[in-house]
């Protein structure tokens, strides 16, 4: 669920809004738990995962995660299931009528052959050698063999497969912490770091695709932006499983703001 390569148009759309829900979200009282001895009650943006009672002296206080703008985040993250649900996942439905499975396919491989490059900068900015190595043969044998990335021939060897660096995970490599967590409108779970982390993926996006229609003579770069925007965003919410509400749990938010805290710290230690 992370969105985390997309154009510069993409960027001065929604990074602007997400600084200014930011900063705003600063003024926001940070949420307390309730505590019978300081007779705190939690606010109505708390759930009982938060404050659920004690049982032999164990809570459920390993979900907790700095998010001091949780009354935000969860209206941002209710339109986020707004959005999905009455506009992506439609958007979805007629992708997939209209692109047969093995076009679909190769439009996801395009894209991540041209992901290949960024992923390779930020293996260089955290000295990892090895799989600087890696996504530079991926990208060489795919763009040559592969037909431009349609067909992702790499990944038949078991020692190719595909890297996953970011900015956020670089700016963690060198010590930034999360920072409080945040959601991004459009774009799902975050943190203060991984957000600015956004904004440099797609700015090494940016500065590839301005070279790539370059080569190919493309004059009318914003349109093309554009319509590259789009199609990446439905692509991604096509190979993405998740859909908001439909966990079965009634602490969805807590449980997505944990897995995906978790999972970048994963990201970050391997």
Not at 28 to 40: G, M, S, W
Not at 171 to 184: A, C, D, H, R, S
Request: with cysteine.
């Amino acid at each position: 669920m992370r969105a985390r390569s997309w154009p510069l148009s993409a960027v001065l759309a929604c990074v602007p809004l997400a600084l200014v829900l930011v900063l705003g979200g600063c003024g926001a009282a940070v949420t307390k738990r309730a505590d019978p001895a300081l007779n705190l009650e939690p606010t109505g943006f708390r759930t009982e995962v938060n404050h659920w009672p004690q049982a032999g002296g164990n809570d459920l206080d390993f979900m907790e995660v700095y998010d001091p703008w949780e009354p935000m985040n969860r209206h941002i993250y209710d339109f986020n299931a707004g959005l999905d649900t009455y506009v992506l996942l439609p958007a979805v439905g007629v992708y997939r009528t209209v692109l047969p499975a093995p076009a679909r396919k190769g439009v996801s491989n395009v894209i991540n052959n041209l992901n290949e490059l960024p992923v390779l900068v930020n293996c260089v900015l955290q000295g990892k050698v090895r799989k600087g190595a890696i996504t530079t043969s991926r990208f060489l044998i795919n763009s040559t063999f592969g037909l431009l990335g349609v067909m992702d021939l790499a990944s038949d060897a078991p020692r190719l497969q595909r890297q996953d660096e970011d900015v956020g995970q670089t700016l963690g490599f060198w010590g930034v912490g999360n920072g409080p967590y945040f959601v991004m409108p459009g774009f799902g779970p975050s943190n203060l770091r991984d957000t600015v982390g956004f904004g440099g993926d797609s700015l090494l996006l940016y500065l590839e695709m301005m070279q790539v229609y370059r080569l190919a003579g493309v004059r009318n770069t914003w349109d093309t932006a554009v319509a590259e925007m789009v199609v990446r965003t439905i692509n991604r919410r096509a190979n993405v499983p998740f859909r908001y509400h439909q966990t079965g749990s009634p602490f969805e938010y807590e449980l997505v703001r944990y897995i995906y805290t978790k999972k970048r710290e994963l990201d970050i230690q391997r």
